[in-house]
Each structure stands twice: as structure tokens, then as C-alpha cells.
């Protein structure tokens, strides 16, 4: 029997063979990505990669040896794949996906959507982002503030997109999909919510509060810790604080900024009631222009893949391949199609990088319904 080190020799032996065999087919690939580029054809070719892996696997002389060998070849095509985006990406490296980019934004007397009334959080962000010098509106639906953008009586919407405690705003993500347009910014808000009643209510008169779902999420343990209080869901936080205002119940509260108190007349009855005191909420810019900063930092992306083993892992390999850093990632189901999802994913970067146009355009290739949902500064909290 050959000793330890000897064995290892033998490995190590191996291996260079398998390295200098790695960079002549690596040197095939770029052969191959320059006849693609010629003659127009896409990188990803589904139907010869599963023809080769299982060509290749049947060499395999048990089931433990079949699955390695269709694993390793699985990333040596994938790398392959991506040279080939960066060689196709490279022929192309003014293509922005239908992006201008711009060295400011001239908000100056713009138009600016917000869902809400007075006092509502879309209202501080707004102007928390846009500062004196727009007119803003309101409108009783996140969705009417898009139709409010794509018809063109508003220049920018802001709308929420995630909080701290209570995690993404879904329907938001949803609107995102399904309108056609551009985040060109984002603004990140303290939230401290306040029990909100009439002059005078103590909190043992209240027994309903009203708020949004999201606000409600946000002080669950307040809620549970006072049990006779009862809540029930509401549009926006400054409407429940106006629906109080205009009930004149005294055993009825919202849950909202300690803004609103003066706005309707109430009575703050106790202060920063949300479960976590440092309870954030991100609001994202929206554009129907595709515009992007030439100093932006974020990028926002969104994209689907079949319900297949693996498909999730091959197509976040495109950011690792390209050294990127992926921020975040939700995901939502698709209508009419069981257990097949959309991915949204935040990466940090420029639409001008190198190394973001190469991840891109194998994400373009590898997936279905794929779309640059806008590329902006990350905004710190106010």
C-alpha cells in the first residue's frame, strides 16, 4: 500500500493535468463565443448542455459517481457560459438595457405621488427626498400613484417597499412587475408609531385601534400585551387617524406618526409603541423615465426561472462569477403559475461596470421576463 504522501503526489498530478485540460477548453470557449457573436446565436444552448451531461454521466459506474461527474461538468459549462456573456458583453459596452444616464436630476417644480393623506409616512418621505421644491398629491391607492405616473399627471411616486420589523411590501413588488417603470432613487424613514385617540381618552378607554396592515405587524406585541384592544386593517396610518378624528369614539385609536396628532386633533396617548425602537422603513423613487445617475451605487433587477433542481443556484452564480455583491432577494409567486416564482434581486453597482453588464447579460440570457428595474443611490436614514 502506497504511503500518504505518495498518494498525494499522485493527486497533486492529477490535478495539473485537469488544470492545463480546464485552460485549453477555456481556450475552445472563447472560439466558440467569437463564432456565436458572428453568426448571432445565444450563449445558452439548454437542449446540447442536458444532451452532453448525460452523454458524460453515463460513464459513471455507480450513482455516487454519476452525480459528481454531471455536477463538475455543470460548472465547467457554466463557467464557460459566462466568458462567453463577457466576450458578448464587451462587443456592447454602451448597451444600458434603454437607460440614460445623467449627471443629476433637476427636481425642481416636479410632480410627486404619494399614497395617504396629510401626515401619512409616503408624505415624510416625500418630502424628505424631494425637499421645497415640488408639488405633491395624494391618492387613496398605491396602485392609483402608478396610474397616476403612466398617465403622466405625476412625475415621481413614492411608495414603500420594505420595513425593518415587518419585512417587504409584496404588493409593491407586484406593481413594480407590472408597470413599466424606472426606481431612480430611495429614502429610508424612522418609523414610531403612536396610539392616537381623542382629547381626553385614556388607554384603558380604548378597546379598537385602526391602522395599515404593515403598522399593525409593527406593534404586535403592544397589541398582544393589551389583549382587550382589538385592531382592524386600514389604508394608510393617516387615515386611520382621520377616521378617529372624524368617529369622535372615545374607545376608538390609530396607530400612526405623533405628526398626525395635531393634523386631527388627537391626543397622543403613549409613544413609540412598535415592537423594535429602531423600526425603519424603505420608500423607493419611481420614474416613468429610465434614467440613471453616472454615480449610482444600487441596482434593482427582477427576473423568472422554471421550477427546476438547480435553476435558483446556477443563476445566482452569475454574481458570484462577476465578484458582486447581492444586497437582497425576494420573491413572489406567479399567477397562473403553481410553485414558478419572480425574483427580485438589489445588487450594489453601476450599470456601466464591466463586471455588472457581463452578470447582466447571462441573467438576460438564462432567464425569462428579465428587467433592469432601475439603477440609484442607496439613500442613508434621515
Not at 260 to 268: I, P
Not at 291 to 303: C, D, G, W
Not at 312 to 327: A, D, K, T, V
Not at 342 to 359: M, P, T, Y
Amino acid at each position: 500500500m502506497k504511503d500518504l504522501k505518495e498518494i498525494r503526489k499522485d493527486i497533486d498530478r492529477v490535478d495539473n493535468e485537469i488544470i492545463a485540460l480546464y485552460k485549453e477548453r477555456m481556450g475552445y470557449t472563447t472560439e466558440v463565443a467569437k463564432y456565436k457573436i458572428a453568426n448571432t446565436k445565444p450563449v445558452f444552448d439548454k437542449q446540447r448542455e442536458e444532451e452532453k451531461l448525460s452523454h458524460l454521466s453515463s460513464f459513471a459506474k455507480d450513482d455516487f459517481e454519476r452525480q459528481g461527474i454531471i455536477e463538475l461538468f455543470e460548472l465547467i459549462m457554466s463557467t464557460s457560459r459566462k466568458k462567453q456573456y463577457g466576450l458578448l458583453a464587451a462587443q456592447n459596452r454602451d448597451n444600458h438595457y434603454g437607460f440614460t444616464e445623467k449627471s443629476a436630476f433637476d427636481f425642481q417644480n416636479c410632480r410627486v405621488v404619494y399614497q395617504g393623506v396629510e401626515g401619512a409616512y409616503s408624505q415624510v418621505a416625500t418630502e424628505t427626498f424631494f425637499g421645497q421644491t415640488h408639488t405633491s398629491f395624494s391618492v387613496d391607492t398605491w396602485r392609483d400613484a402608478m396610474e397616476a405616473l403612466t398617465k403622466g399627471d405625476a412625475d415621481y411616486a413614492v411608495l414603500p417597499i420594505e420595513n425593518s420589523t415587518a419585512g417587504a411590501v409584496y404588493q409593491n413588488y407586484d406593481l413594480l412587475a407590472e408597470y413599466d417603470v424606472c426606481i431612480i432613487g430611495e429614502q429610508e424613514i424612522p418609523i414610531q408609531h403612536c396610539l392616537l385617540g381623542l382629547e381626553g381618552a385614556k388607554l384603558s378607554d380604548i378597546t379598537k385601534v385602526y391602522s395599515h396592515p404593515q403598522a399593525i405587524m409593527q406593534c404586535d406585541g403592544y397589541l398582544r400585551a393589551h389583549s382587550y384592544i382589538s385592531a382592524e386593517a386600514f389604508q394608510n396610518t393617516a387615515m386611520a387617524a382621520k377616521k378617529v378624528h372624524e368617529d369622535k369614539d372615545i374607545h376608538h385609536a390609530a396607530i400612526a406618526s405623533g405628526i398626525n396628532a395635531d393634523l386631527y386633533h388627537l391626543s397622543v396617548i403613549e409613544k413609540n409603541i412598535q415592537d423594535i425602537k429602531n423600526n425603519v422603513t424603505r420608500f423607493i423613487i419611481v420614474s416613468k423615465e429610465k434614467e440613471f445617475l453616472n454615480s449610482a451605487n444600487k441596482i434593482s433587477i427582477s427576473f423568472e426561472i422554471p421550477d427546476e433542481e438547480g435553476s435558483l443556484y446556477h443563476i445566482l452564480s452569475h454574481f458570484i462569477f462577476n465578484g458582486l455583491n447581492m444586497s437582497k432577494i425576494e420573491s413572489r409567486p406567479l399567477k397562473n403559475k403553481q410553485w414558478e416564482y419572480r425574483f427580485f434581486i438589489d445588487l450594489i453597482g453601476n450599470l456601466k461596470d464591466e463586471s455588472v453588464q457581463n452578470a447582466l447579460r447571462g441573467l438576460q440570457e438564462e432567464t425569462s421576463h428579465f428587467k433592469v428595474l432601475g439603477n440609484y443611490n442607496a439613500k442613508e436614514e434621515c
